[in-house]
């Protein structure tokens, strides 16, 4: 059995006030295209389906093109909710649209949804866990006997996870949207402080393959098959020189999971583009590369260039950011970055040292540990 994962489509998004809804048709039908291509049986959507959890009406109707599209082409679909979708709204019709092979997940009541499939080498089970805060399980589980009830990402999952009936025996898929520890990740995405949505990889272990979302860069977490695909766009320009693409998976045998990837074509790409005012207006600096693309300039000249905006965008119509990099704006990030560096806690300097020192945040732990010590410090009386 083979299908495309997929995740973090943004629908609706803006980007330095450019729509992308254009963007996001043209990658979606490509993304049909594939599926058919590919002759997939179904497409794992892991989340973050909209960019807001109250989408606009134009956002709704391309995802509702695109599920029906999938649909016509006799493709299941399975869906869970990311932290930028509302759950409820996106499990709304989820009983109507299961008729039609559509499975969306269901807010989160202390179970998880399972769509049992079967093929030539029996029982396939696709297991849909929306995103989880702490609080969600919380709420859930308030009244279940004997539940622990968690206070961290990581044991939310855990526990979610452990609630489910997975048969070791059988095969087993799930889609989720968390933030593994360790992932990489880009500036178009949504941070919390301190690392405080980490999920250990480990809670994954009893499915043979996990979809992931809310990680923008493709990327393998401990095993080849707990994956995040990435967006199947560029969403920030840290993403510039990234290759997209969507992540194919077929499920053979027990314990045989078999992943690729195809590439993905924008109908615009990224770019950064540096050099002064006179290089860049250059026909030979601009004539072998697409114009349309979406561009972040960076000039390099000491003096601003009077309206350089609309004067680049007759050149870039997509010009989507103009900054400098000269004496003046050299010394302003001196300053900044001092008066950043000022703002911050001693905590919080701790943790960027430790991340820098050791490739990887630090566990709740480790964070509380660190707290706890300085306090003491600080109540003996000693330097922190």
């Known amino acids: 059995m083979k299908f495309l994962h997929i995740s973090d489509l943004h629908i609706g998004k803006r980007l330095n006030e450019f729509s992308l809804i254009e963007d996001q048709k043209y990658i979606l039908a490509q993304i049909t295209q594939i599926a058919q291509s590919q002759q997939v049986d179904g497409i794992l959507i892991a989340g973050d389906i909209y960019d807001k959890p109250v ?25 869970v909710s990311g932290n930028h979708d509302s759950a409820e709204r996106i499990a709304f019709g989820a009983q109507l649209m299961s008729r039609r092979g559509v ?21 396939l089970h696709v297991h849909l866990l929306p995103f989880l805060k702490p609080a969600t399980v919380r709420h859930a589980l308030e009244h279940a006997p004997d539940a622990s009830l968690p206070e961290s ?22 889609v989720a949207h968390q933030f593994v520890t360790g992932a990489g990740r ?5 941070i919390s402080v301190g690392g405080i949505d980490n999920v250990d990889a ?5 499915f043979d393959y996990v979809a992931l979302g809310h990680i923008h860069s493709p990327q393998k977490m401990k095993r080849e098959t707990v994956r995040y695909c990435g967006t199947p766009l560029k969403y920030s320009f840290s993403e510039a020189g990234q290759e997209k693409s969507v992540t194919v998976v077929e499920c053979r045998e027990k314990g045989q999971v078999v992943v690729s990837v195809v590439p993905l074509v924008p109908l615009h790409d990224m770019r950064k583009l540096r050099g002064t005012y006179l290089e860049v207006t250059a026909r030979d600096f601009y004539e072998n590369m697409d114009t349309q693309d979406y561009v972040q300039m960076t000039l390099t000249d000491e003096e601003d260039v009077p309206d350089g905006l609309q004067k680049l965008r007759i050149i870039y119509p997509n010009l989507m950011q103009l900054a400098y990099d000269n004496s003046r704006t050299k010394q302003n990030r ?21 991340e820098l020192q050791n490739n990887q945040p630090m566990s709740e732990k480790q964070r509380a540990f660190a707290a706890r010590l300085m306090e003491s410090s600080r109540q003996s009386g000693g330097a922190v």
Request: with cysteine; aromatic share 12%; glycine share 4%.
């Open 55 to 79: 989408p606009s009406a134009e956002a709704v109707q391309v995802f509702d093109q695109f599920l029906t599209g999938l649909a016509d082409c006799n493709m299941k679909v399975f869906a």
């Open 103 to 123: 499975y969306i997940s269901p807010v989160y009541d202390g179970e998880a949804a399972d769509i049992v499939l079967e093929d030539a080498y029996g029982k």
């Open 153 to 174: 990402y990581h044991d939310a999952v855990k526990l979610a996870v452990g609630r489910m009936e997975v048969d070791p025996a059988q095969r087993n898929l799930l």
């Open 186 to 190: 880009c500036d178009s995405e949504e």
């Open 202 to 206: 480990e809670v994954f272990e009893a």
């Open 334 to 354: 001196v300053m900044d970055k001092a008066e950043e560096m000022e703002r911050k806690t001693e905590l919080e300097l701790f943790e960027e040292f430790y």
